[in-house]
Structures are given as C-alpha cells and as structure tokens.
C-alpha cells in the first residue's frame, strides 16, 4: 500500500458527528512508511478528549483492516490550551449577553429551515422575549427577503456591526453585508473563518435568545460552530417526504456527538392548507373531500393531506428525536415571506401562524 492508498482510506473517516473527512479537515499532517511499518501525525484541532480518542480509534480500525502493516504508529498534536486563563483565552465568538443560542437545521436546502427560524424567531419576540435572529446561509442567504429588510446595516465605532430591528427582533444575515450569495469557491477553512468573523463583527447587546438559521448539511460552519459556541439546543427541519431519509438522523447525531441536545423535528410542507371566505352563504362541495360548511361570516379552512399523514410522528419515534409537530403548506407562508413579513405577523390568526406558535411555545418549555 503507497502514500495515496492511505490517504483514499483515511478519507472514510470521518470527523465524528459530521459528514466531511479527517483528510478534507487537514487533519492528517505526515503519513511515513518505512517497509509495513507506518507512521502517522494527526493534528486535531479540539480539545474535546473523546472526539480525539474517537479520531485516533477509527484511524487505527481502518489500517488494521487492510492487515497491510506490522506496525501502525499514530502520533497526536497536542491538545489547544483550554482558555482557562484570560490571557490565553481567544476573543470570544458571541458579542452581547445572550442568555440561549438556539440552531435551526436541515439536512438539506429548501425544506423551509430559513421560514421555521423566522417565524419561530418572530413569535418568541411577540412573547416578549428580546431577540435575535442570525442567518448563517453563506451560499444562500434569505432573511434578508423573508424579513424585508433592505437596509444596509450601521457599524459601530469599534467597527462591530449593529442587527437591523425589524418585526420586533435583532436580525442580522450575510446577504446584508454580501449582498448576494457568497462566491462559491469559499469552501472549506475560509468559510469557517469567515463565519467566525461575522460571529465576532455582530454586537448583539442584550438578548433571551438568539436563532441561529444554519447553512444545509453538516459541514464546516457547524463544526465551526459546535467547537466555540455553547448551543442551547437544536431545531431539525424536514418534509414529510425527507423523515425516512438518514438527513435527520445524520442532522440530530452531530448534534448529539457534541453533546448539544435535539429539541426535535419540525415537519414543515405536511399536507396542504386552504383557508378562505366564501359569499352568499354558499357552501363548498369538493370532490373527494366532501363538503365544507363555511361559518357564519363565510370563512373556511380546509387541509388536505397529500401524503399519508402521521409519517412524520412515525419516523421521529424511529429515530428516537422528539417530533415538535407539523406545518402545512400554505400560500400565506410563501405569499408572507415574498413579501418579506412572516406569517406570524402577517397572518397573525391563521392557522400556520398558530402552528409556529405552538413551536415557540414548546421552544419556551425546552429553556425554561
Ligand atoms: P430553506 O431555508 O430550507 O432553504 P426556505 O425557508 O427558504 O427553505 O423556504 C423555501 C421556499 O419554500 C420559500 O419560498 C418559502 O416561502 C417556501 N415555504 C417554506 N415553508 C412553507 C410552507 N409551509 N408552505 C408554503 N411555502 C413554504
């Protein structure tokens, strides 16, 4: 077995709770080979003892598998100084007094991650609690539409950025700054970094709870993220269609790995909702669903479920992640957020924005 042998194996192991390789992380510094005796230098950038232990345990499980080698040497940087003195301590990630940070993710883009966090973010502000809402979507950022926002956001004197106030929180995205989407050759270490800048840039102030809408996937800025920040806790978002698919399970073991507890799954785009008004005391009669008896002010609201409903329920008890509920497609939904208001404010009594409420609600349960 040569050098690039090694290295194709070693990139079967990955970081533990993510989806991306020790190789891809820069992680193995020097393979040396002198006959069947190997040696090799890996550089692990934590100082979480088990995460190493765990990296060491699984490079060496993989050589031993080839039975190709007589010895197999494994050399470990030494740990990062744990910021016990204030002299050694890095400059903080987090700007402000926050009491909770809170992830909202998703296996995959277009699940409605970026609408749950904004409207979840929405409702915990209309329960009066100060917050804030960070859009950490670097490929892509939508808060920006979703909360109308098209201002340009103030720098402070020390050159930290101040959260735009809009919808009764503190918000505050890539798109702001970038403008757009950020190129995409910005792969890897310098999207960690930018993201911990942007972190660092952003003045927060005083805040109950800070949203985080994280990129899709698990990828660098998760573990960017789960390496400096104390997360309260976790918010996976999903469609029906994804619940048997290992995205949630791949999104609630990384979390779990780095000890940061999973709230639960939201099951966004379950069935579809139609809300409406009818005149002249007319009555609906929908093929297949049978008839719709508006009330005495001609309103009605109808859900149809497209596919089979309690999956999602189902699938979450499978996956052992508690399931936080459902949220219907709805054309508020879209027709709010093109419009950049959430359906929590625009909409306040419909029956999606009860939907994020009850979320909040059992966001609210979860911090206390
Ligand atoms: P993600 O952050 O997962 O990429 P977004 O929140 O940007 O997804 O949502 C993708 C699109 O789906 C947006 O146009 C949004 O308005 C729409 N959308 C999200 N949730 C719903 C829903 N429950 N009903 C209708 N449209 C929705």
């Given at each position: 077995m040569n050098k690039d042998q090694i290295i194709h194996l070693l990139k079967s192991v990955n970081y533990p709770g993510f989806t991306r390789d020790i190789i891809s992380f820069g992680m193995v510094k020097n393979i040396s080979l002198d006959d069947r005796n190997l040696t090799i230098n890996l550089n692990i950038t934590t100082a979480k003892d088990d995460v190493r232990k765990t990296i060491v345990a699984d490079v060496r499980n993989v050589l031993e598998a080839t039975k190709e080698f007589t010895d197999i040497n494994i050399q470990v940087s030494d740990p990062p100084a744990e910021a016990t003195s204030t002299a050694e301590a890095?400059?903080?990630?987090?700007?402000?007094?926050?009491?909770?940070?809170?992830?909202?993710?998703?296996?995959?883009?277009?699940?409605?991650?970026?609408?749950?966090?904004?409207?979840?973010?929405?409702?915990?502000?209309?329960?009066?609690?100060?917050?804030?809402?960070?859009d950490l979507d670097i490929y892509g950022p939508s808060l920006p539409i979703i909360l109308g926002i098209n201002t340009t956001p103030k720098i402070t004197d020390e050159k930290k950025l101040i959260p735009v106030d809009v919808h009764g929180l503190k918000a505050m995205s890539f798109g702001l700054i970038s403008g757009n989407k950020a190129p995409t050759i910005w792969r890897g270490p310098l999207v960690s970094k930018m993201t911990q800048q942007f972190f660092r840039d952003v003045e927060w102030g005083n805040l109950d709870i800070l949203i985080l809408d994280l990129p899709?996937?698990?990828?660098?800025?998760?573990?960017?993220?789960?390496?400096?920040?104390?997360?309260?806790?976790?918010?996976?978002?999903?469609?029906?269609?994804?619940?048997?698919?290992?995205?949630?399970?791949?999104?609630?073991?990384?979390f779990r790995k780095v000890n940061v507890p999973v709230y639960g799954v939201v099951e966004n785009m379950s069935g579809l909702q139609i809300e409406g008004t009818v005149t002249n005391n007319a009555q609906i009669d929908l093929k297949g669903v049978g008839v719709i008896n508006p009330d005495e002010n001609g309103r009605f609201s109808l859900r149809m479920d497209l596919f089979k409903r309690g999956?999602?329920?189902?699938?979450?008890?499978?996956?052992?992640?508690?399931?936080?509920?459902?949220?219907?497609?709805?054309?508020?939904?879209?027709?709010?957020?093109?419009?950049?208001?959430?359906?929590?404010?625009?909409?306040?009594?419909?029956?999606s924005a009860r939907c994020y409420h009850d979320l909040a609600n059992q966001l609210e349960g979860f911090l206390s």
């Open positions: 890095p400059a903080p990630l987090v700007n402000g007094d926050i009491k909770h940070i809170v992830a909202v993710a998703s296996g995959k883009g277009g699940v409605g991650k970026s609408t749950v966090a904004a409207n979840l973010a929405v409702a915990m502000a209309k329960k009066g609690y100060k917050t804030g809402l960070l899709p996937g698990t990828g660098d800025i998760h573990l960017t993220l789960t390496q400096h920040i104390q997360l309260s806790g976790a918010i996976i978002v999903t469609t029906p269609q994804d619940m048997a698919l290992a995205d949630v399970q791949k999104g609630a073991d990384m999956g999602g329920l189902k699938e979450s008890k499978r996956l052992g992640v508690p399931f936080l509920g459902e949220i219907p497609i709805s054309s508020e939904i879209t027709t709010a957020s093109d419009e950049g208001t959430p359906v929590v404010s625009a909409y306040p009594n419909s029956t």
